[in-house]
């Protein structure tokens, strides 16, 4: 009788201990997958403003071209 409590302990510490695991993975995955959105913004943020510097540079290269007509 001892001995099958014993392993039904045993089976109830590795249940707990597996699942506060997986909530540590979870927290970790849910961190990463914020980290990565605020990425996601910043990169927008950078290509907006290459797309706005790339329009200015076309336009003043065009006017460049047309002044030496």
């Known amino acids: 009788m001892n001995n099958k409590h ?5 089976k ?26 605020e990425r996601g913004k910043e990169k927008e943020k950078i290509l907006k403003e290459y797309r706005l510097y790339q329009s200015l540079y076309n336009e003043a290269k065009n006017n460049n071209s047309k002044k030496g007509k």
């Open 6 to 10: 014993n392993i039904e302990y045993k």
């Open 12 to 37: 109830t510490i590795t249940i707990f201990f597996l699942g506060f695991i997986c909530i540590i993975l979870l927290i970790h995955a849910y961190t990463l997958t914020i980290d990565l959105n």
